[in-house]
């Protein structure tokens, strides 16, 4: 019998192209597995650039802490491939996951079918076997022609749309806006997070073609911390709340479309406090507290975070979260970076410039990363300390270095241990937390 990993490689071998977006082959698939997408539960669907995960966590936990269950379907995944699949509120188990890859495999007779689409068919077809309260699936890449677009949901979600996936989305805003209004279903509510002007006219448009209401936050409703609380504002309500357990204020805006779309969806408002204040989603603005870098930074007093954000839009949000802390506690802060070749490397350290002080570069094995030596020479172009690590522990270390020797003018200063943000990928990030 094949194991799991046996098998997952044997999908990559399927089809060419890791992503090809259209739906032929996977209503071909689904077809021939009876149709699971049919037999979800009520289904919220969710696309956007950033914040497509973190707006599904706040959801998955309101949700959750209404009593109810929720299947999830994520991507990519950060350590275990298993992440990308919640079985009624619980992570699915690798005998039920090699299970469904396996009938997906015999269900397809070795015809052509992405990696995504295979595993995007096998995540369907487990939630159509196994009771849960809803349904969560977030949108893969773009949305028209995602395959994920299968299914009629109860609600749409659309997080900030932003420039990202050039090489599949191109570098048109409006048509970006328009592939990814695609998820939009005739009559099904919209939720839309904060947008340009211009993408906030496209989505306008597309959901009037389906007939579809469609609520912004800002105009519609609206989210805003208050002191140590969050308040969720709209016409017919007014909600004093718990400061959600994600950081950043850009998360505070991701509450707010998760709010809206969960009183839309019958979650009570105690649930939806609740929820708030126990969502955990990794790699998001997360603390580093326990594993092997965590424990070399806290040896030396300092501070250690980690986001997967990989698009300039991410890294603004980043940025101003950075700087929210450095307000609070002034520290030397130092980036400990790695990205992939298709990203805008320079314009998501354009963010970072005058706020970081060093940008530490490394390799993301087994990916196609930038060139650490072309994030140094970005980092220097840029006013900052760019430096290239042989691995995550020698960055982790430099970083330290580093910023103890910044944060004092003489040697008789006293050291300020640094503030170190491991960022630009969601597969570094997975490398950080697997160490």
Known sequence: MASLDQVLAQLTALHPKKIDLGLERIERVLKALGNPHLRLPPAIHIAGTNGKGSTTAFLRAMVEAEGKTAHVYTSPHLVRFNERITLASKEISNSTLLNVLERVMEANAGQPLS?????????????????????????????????????????????????????????????????????????VPVFAGRQEDLVSAVLRNEAAKHRAPIQFLTEDFRAYREQDRMVFDADDVLMDLPKPALIGSHQIDNAGVAIATARAIGISDEAIGKGLSKVIWPARLQSLTTGLYADMVADSNGELWLDGGHNPHAAAALADAMAELQDRSERVLILIMGILGNKDAGKFLDKFTGLASSVIAVDIPGSPALAPETIKELAENRGMIGQVAENLTDAVQRAINTGEALSREAVSDTITPPRILICGSLYLAGQVLSA
């Open 115 to 187: 990696f995504f689409e295979a595993t995007t068919a096998a995540a369907f077809l487990a939630f159509s076997e196994t009771h849960a309260d809803y349904a969560l699936i977030e949108v893969g890449l773009g949305g028209r022609y995602d395959a994920t677009n299968v299914f009629d949901p109860i609600a749409s979600v659309i997080t900030p749309i932003n420039y990202d996936h050039a090489e599949f989305l191109g570098r048109d805003l409006a048509k970006i806006a328009r592939e990814k209004a695609g998820i939009v279903k005739d009559n």
